[in-house]
């Protein structure tokens, strides 16, 4: 591969493997809040690409509209080999989860809370839009493999947990799907890669779990996501699976 694009929502999750890749800030988009850095890894040109803050919030832009606009445009700009969806996510106890585990995406990506009672719409709704195979890189790199399931939402109502079942989802966030969507379109070959900070079916709160949990879980993505570019770079796509 020649170029592996990465895009991040949170600047707390970035900031790990920006320090680890050396990465450098490269010109962004005017008027847009999204940040771009730069690195070489083995002869790999690394594109990070990281939310940025919303600047009428003063908050880090995460959800799906500023993961779908940022995709677009490092797809279109970089037009990468490979491009991962990287962050921070919720697991389940009773699938084996636990906080600090690292999960790739497995099969497809999928919506849980865009409920569209029409037939044709509900499908379209729900997206299912396809994931990198990626078994042969989960084997190697001790990582595990789950659906991926977004909503823009950080907690779960009992509609969300329908379709989260019905759809076999293993890991719940807030942005893969949307930046799937954009890759599925532009033809690009899109994984996600998962730090569990928070456990759903847990007695303690989720936000308290996010924020207890996050720093570690930041690092845990940047450990797994450098050996994830140094697997990735000088295979082809295909070899993943």
């Given at each position: 591969m020649k170029c592996i694009a990465v895009v991040m929502a949170m600047a707390s999750e970035a900031s790990p493997i920006l320090t680890q890749l050396g990465a450098q800030a490269i010109p962004a988009i005017p008027l847009l809040p999204f940040e771009f850095f730069e690195a070489n890894r083995n002869g790999c040109r690394v594109?990070?690409?990281?939310?940025?803050?919303?600047?009428?919030?003063?908050?880090?832009?995460i959800g799906t509209e500023a993961a779908a606009l940022n995709t677009y445009f490092v797809a279109d700009r970089y037009n990468p080999d490979l491009l991962i969806t990287a962050g921070t996510a919720g697991g389940w106890m009773h699938q084996g989860a636990e906080i600090g585990d690292v999960f790739v995406s497995d099969q497809k990506f999928v919506h849980h809370d865009r409920r569209i009672a029409i037939p044709g719409l509900d499908e379209y709704g729900i997206g299912s839009y396809p994931a990198v195979p990626a078994a042969g890189l989960a084997r190697a790199l001790n990582l595990k493999l789950g659906v991926v399931t977004t909503s823009n939402s950080l907690d779960e109502n009992d509609d969300d947990r329908r379709l989260i079942a019905a759809n076999g989802g293993s890991v719940k966030e807030m942005e893969a799907a949307a930046v799937a969507y954009v890759c599925e379109m532009m033809a690009i070959p899109v994984m996600a890669l998962k730090a569990i900070t928070d456990l759903v079916d847990h007695h303690t709160a989720t936000a308290d779990q996010f924020n207890a949990n996050l720093t570690m879980a930041s690092r845990r993505l940047a450990e797994k996501l450098l050996q994830v570019i140094d697997f990735c770079a000088p295979r082809m796509v295909a070899d993943l699976a």
């Open positions: 594109i990070i690409s990281v939310n940025g803050r919303d600047r009428r919030h003063g908050v880090d832009s």
